[in-house]
């Protein structure tokens, strides 16, 4: 090793470290209301009706530029602000649903099928990342479960598994991300059957915007937000506990599971708090995210073991 | 200009937090400005390590003395953000329970580390000084700061362990002060031979 080919390096690094803070500085004093991005709304959704009994009402619902800036979408880069500027590198149209798998009818939907086939409906639900922070979210669906009946699923079909898209020229597909693509998750019959499992298609009303998971994504409300896949090709049933992506990239961080759990940590971090976008304390964690009617469905489950 | 290298120094240090402080007001940090102010504390108090730790490899490699000049100083900011991040994880991630503070210490390797790291500055930081260097004498303050060698280490993994997969901006840092380390290691095997040579 030559050290005179290192030190200047790390000495150069920082000199633009500097310059960048210095210039960043310069520019955050000369512009006192500090211009942010333009928080971009797509099409309304026709015939979306509001659900009462999924209201949340004494939550205070996070703002549409809360939940269309502050993403993890690692298609599209990892840094939370990522899917929101590379949002439109996801194409969306034409797109294809795939269902298949243990199912009598088996069918590839074009997505304005499908949001012509089921009533949407409104429900506002609370989203509990991995990473400790949460969002309630008025998302705009159907029940998966009403979906699944129209394909006849068979006696044999123990789980149902997601497909999330792969499109090259995607930065994080592109890139360096960590974790493997296509992403790819997964439910037991009975969790993707439950009545609080949505496939969800808009947000505020409007088209699901792109970094949300766009045109069509799951949500599992009392799971971290991880299991919620997005950006849906392929949803097939099975008799075998499916594969998922982050259970493949760090099998003792993240489980098949991954029920949101106060009392479970994650290796490198609490899951007893989380941290309200918008609010700067942190608060308790609900056991289940607060959906403890779900509780039923893993009596007898060893919620330790079985993260 | 010799004059103006440790006042220039003091201002550049300055920088990140008045442009944290701005952008903290002004709505510059996001949906989550709490996390956003925690890392870029962390990341600040970091870069300032690692240039810490190559002011001495400066001069011996390239000659430079001016860099040993400014080497208490950022030394000294390193641990002002190391301050300003732990006091941001402690106030609001942690509501000042120094209990669960406790137990997130010692349950979760990535905290731990974080405050190690900061625990092994501490000393360093306070024994910085014209006044402990003679207090301690020469040869027992420098024996002392090489603490700093295991803190640049220590804050590496604690930085890699912060994202949920490995950053390649992480990595490349790791190994710059992979390097600057090594380059102590040469310098001590150098030094060795040539004592051996002179005996």
New interface residues.
């Given amino acids: 090793?030559r050290?005179?080919e290192?030190?200047?390096?790390?000495?150069y690094?920082?000199r633009r470290?500097?310059l960048k803070?210095?210039a960043?500085?310069a520019v955050?004093?000369s512009l006192?209301?500090?211009a942010?991005a333009k928080v971009e709304h797509g099409p309304k959704l026709a015939g979306v009706t509001p659900n009462p009994k999924f209201t949340l009402p004494d939550e205070k619902k996070?703002s549409f530029?809360?939940i269309t800036?502050?993403n993890n979408f690692y298609e599209l880069g990892?840094d939370?602000?990522d899917p929101s500027e590379n949002a439109s590198k996801l194409q969306t149209r034409p797109w294809t649903l795939s269902v298949e798998g243990e199912v009598a009818k088996p069918k590839k939907w074009d997505i304005d099928e499908i949001l012509k086939t089921f009533p949407i409906e409104e429900r506002v639900y609370r989203l509990r990342c991995?990473?400790a922070?949460s969002m309630v979210v008025p998302w705009d669906g159907f029940p998966l479960a009403d979906f699944l009946k129209k394909h006849e699923p068979t006696s044999r079909a123990k789980y149902v598994a997601f497909e999330t898209v792969v499109q090259p020229q995607l930065p994080g597909i592109r890139g360096?991300?960590?974790?493997s693509f296509p992403y790819v998750e997964g439910l037991r019959i009975d969790e993707a059957t439950h009545p609080l499992t949505l496939l969800v298609v808009g947000l505020y009303g409007e088209t699901l915007p792109n970094q949300d998971g766009a045109p069509i994504r799951a949500i599992i409300p009392w799971k971290y937000g991880f299991k919620s896949a997005k950006s849906l090709v392929r949803i097939r049933l099975q008799e075998t506990q499916p594969p998922t992506t982050?259970n493949l990239?760090a099998p003792q961080e993240y489980g098949f599971y991954a029920n949101v759990n106060p009392d479970v940590?994650h290796?490198?971090?609490?899951q007893s708090?989380e941290?309200r976008?918008?609010e700067?304390?942190?608060r308790k964690t609900l056991m289940f995210n607060g959906y403890t009617e779900v509780a039923s469905l893993y009596s007898g489950l060893d919620l330790r073991k079985f993260y | 200009m010799k004059k103006a290298v440790v006042p220039a120094a003091f201002a550049a240090c300055c920088l990140p937090l008045l442009w944290l402080a701005v952008q903290f007001a002004t709505g510059g940090l996001g949906p989550n400005p709490i996390q956003a102010l925690l890392d870029d504390l962390g990341y600040t108090a970091f870069v300032l390590l690692a240039l810490t730790l190559a002011c001495t490899p400066a001069q011996r490699v390239l000659g430079w003395n001016w860099p040993i000049r400014i080497r208490k100083l950022l030394g000294d900011f390193c641990f002002f953000y190391a301050c300003l991040h732990l006091s941001t994880y402690a106030v609001f991630d942690q509501g000042l329970d120094f209990g669960g503070i406790a137990s997130d210490v010692l349950k979760h390797k990535f905290i731990f580390l974080g405050m190690a790291t900061w625990l092994l500055l501490l000393p360093l930081a306070i024994t910085s000084t014209q006044g402990w260097q003679k207090r301690l004498g020469f040869r027992r303050w420098k024996r002392l700061h090489r603490v700093v060698y295991l803190a640049g280490g220590l804050a590496s993994f604690h930085f890699l362990l912060r994202f949920k997969t490995p950053k390649l901006e992480t990595i490349a840092w790791m190994a710059v002060i992979a390097v600057l380390l090594l380059v102590r290691v040469v310098e001590a095997a150098r030094k060795r031979a040539r004592m051996i040579q002179s005996e």
């Fill in positions: 090793m050290s005179s290192i030190t200047p390096k790390s000495l690094l920082r470290e500097f803070l210095g960043g500085s955050a004093l006192p209301a500090f942010r996070n530029e809360d800036t502050y990892t939370k602000s991995v990473e922070w360096f991300s960590g974790i982050w990239y940590d290796p490198r971090w609490t708090k941290r976008i918008g700067l304390l942190r």
